[in-house]
């Protein structure tokens, strides 16, 4: 089955704790994306990466760190830095290039502050 | 600065009823205009919107552009209960980046 799998569901951090939430695709996409999403304000851009070995900050990539070591993997570090961490991120990836760039979703993880 | 903004924020209907949800925006580079539906957690795609004027149509759901006015509109016929969910609209602009507006909620009764 093709498709995003984001892990895990549910994550709680303690203050000072760095946290890692993971994302994979069997899509064989080339960009990948990280969303935040807080009530109220639809979803917002953290990071994106368009090709391996490559990524941007987006809108609101304070706190937040990404690598991009292999094409199917993008996973986000919410750092100590981030100081309000609570919220429901996303992963997104599409087909680079395309003239239909249509982002397909992960389910996505709850992240809480203990 | 890039702004995409829904309405309403929410709304509650009957099954049965017809319901129309709006989406403008205001970008420097536009490309398409999509919509999501998101009922509790992955957002799933409906329909994608790059030419003025031709509906998008997909069993009860429409959608229309209307790139001179910078909005689109989706219409949801004969509601059910399943259809309850957020609806987001998102405009790509350049560099493949989406930017979302706040989610209209739709609440159908049974």
């Known amino acids: 089955d093709g498709g995003i799998t984001q892990s895990p569901k549910y994550l709680f951090r303690k203050e000072g704790q760095n946290v890692t939430l993971s994302c994979e695709q069997n899509l064989n996409h080339d960009a990948m994306y990280w969303y935040r999403q807080d009530p109220g304000q639809g979803l917002r851009l953290i990071y994106y990466s368009q090709i391996v070995n490559d990524f941007q900050k987006g809108d609101i990539a304070e706190g937040y760190s990404v690598s991009r070591e292999k094409k199917e993997s993008f996973p986000l570090t919410v750092t100590s830095a981030q100081k309000n961490p609570t919220a429901f991120y996303l992963c997104?990836?599409?087909?680079?290039?395309?003239?239909?760039?249509?982002?397909?979703f992960g389910a996505g993880t709850r992240l809480s502050v203990l | 600065e890039d702004k995409v903004v829904q309405s309403p924020l929410s709304l509650v209907v009957h099954e049965g009823d017809t319901v129309t949800l709006n989406c403008s925006y205001e970008v420097t580079n536009f490309r398409s205009l999509l919509w999501y539906k998101q009922e509790k957690k992955a957002p799933t795609f409906l329909f994608m919107l790059?030419?003025?004027?031709i509906e998008k149509k997909s069993g009860r759901l429409s959608s229309i552009l209307d790139k001179k006015e910078l909005f689109s509109i989706l219409n949801i016929t004969a509601t059910q209960t399943g259809d309850s969910a957020v609806y987001l609209c998102?405009?790509?602009?350049?560099?493949?980046?989406?930017?979302f507006g706040a989610g209209t909620i739709l609440r159908v009764k049974s």
């Open positions: 997104a990836s599409s087909i680079e290039g395309s003239t239909k760039n249509i982002q397909y």
């Open positions: 790059t030419s003025s004027g």
């Open positions: 998102a405009v790509e602009v350049e560099g493949n980046k989406l930017v």
